[in-house]
C-alpha cells in the first residue's frame, strides 16, 4: 500500500510516500527559526507558513516517480493532536487531493505516528544495520513518547490499542528542555542545543530536585517545578559564566531524565513488558538513550528507537506508517465532509 501523507500538527510542514512500512520519501520543512524570536509556536504565523509550503513539501515527497498521484493507493493526514489553526491546513490538502484524484483517505493520530515511527523501515534496509528492524513486535509493550507537546508511557496491547499509562501534569519534556535552554540564552527549540552544551558539564555540580521523587507510584509527569528551581538556580549564579552555564545545562538535564527513568522502571515492574519503544522529538537524545537502553537490558526487553533521528522529530513518514496499519483494519474515512481537526485528541481515541 503505497500512502501519501501530510502532517501539519504544528511548526513542521511535512509530507512521506510509505509503501507499508517503508519510507519512500520524507520531507519536512521546519519552521522552528521563524518561531524562535517568540520562544515557542505562534499559531497564526504557523498556519500561514504552512499554506505557503504545503504544495512544494508534497512536490517533493511525490517526485517525478509519483506525479499526479500515479502509483499512489491511498492519502493520510494528522487529525490531531496539535494546533487547530495548522492542523486544518493539512486536513484541507488532503480531502482536496482525495476528492481530485479519488483516493481514499485515513485520518491519523499523531501520537500513534510517534509510537509506530520505531516501525518504520528504511528504502535500503539491506545498508542498515539494526536487529530489531527484523523482528516481529512483541506484546505488550510499553511506549515513551517524548516531545515538545507530549510526554506519555502508553501500554501497547497491540498495534491500534493503546492504553496512556502515565502523562505530564503540567509541561511536557521537551517543552522543559527548550525552556530551560531558553533561560540559559541557548535559543530555540533548544534539547537539542541543551544536550551539546550538558556533554561537557558535571551533573552534580549543581543540586536540582528530581520531579515527583518518592511519588513515583502517582504515574504521573511534572516538569514545572524543576524550570522554576532552575529559574532561581539561575538568578543565584548571575552572572553566568560559560562554565556555570555548561554545569547547570548537565544537571537540569540530569534532573530532567532521572524522573524519566523513575516512571519507566516503575510501569515495567507493574506490568509485564516485552519491548520498550522510545519516540518523538527528544528521543533524538543520546543521553537519554543511553539510560534507557541500561534499563531495557536490566530488563532483558528490546528497546526500539526511529532508524533514523529524522523520524524522531515530527514527519510525515510516521503518518503514512499509521496509516498502513489502519488501512490493514479497513479504517479508511467514510465521508470526507465530516472529517475535522481534533487539537486534544489522546491516543486511546480514534479519529
Ligand atoms: O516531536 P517534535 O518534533 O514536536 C512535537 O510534537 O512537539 O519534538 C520537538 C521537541 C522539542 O522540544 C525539542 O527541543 C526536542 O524535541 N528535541 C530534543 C532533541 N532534539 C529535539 N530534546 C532533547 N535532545 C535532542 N537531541
Redesign the pocket.
Known sequence: MRILSIDT????TAAAVTEDTKVLSNIVWSQASLHARWGGVFPSLAQREHKTRIDFVIKRALGSKFRNLKGIDAIAVTVGP?LAVALEVGIAKAKHLSKTYKKPLLCVN?IEG?ILSVLAKPKNIKNKKSKSLDKPPAFPTLAFV?????TELIIVKEVGKYKVVAQTMDD????A??KA?RMLGLG?????V???IAKNGNPDSYLLPVPMSGQEDRLKFSYSGLKTALYRLIEKEKPLTREKIINLAASY?NAAFQHAERLIKRVLSDFQIKELWF??????????RKRIRKICRENEILLRLPYS?KL????AAMIGVAAFFKSLRGEFTKDLDTVERVPRLSVEEYP
Open positions: 500538527s504544528c511548526d513542521e496539535g499523531h510517534h517524548a516531545s515538545g507537546g507530549t511536557a519534556l521537551g517543552e528542555l527548550d535552554a530555540y527549540p533548544g534539547g537539542a541543551l544536550e551539546k538535564q519516540s518523538g522529538g527528544v528521543s533524538a537524545n543520546t543521553e537519554l533521528k524522531c522529530t515530527d514527519n
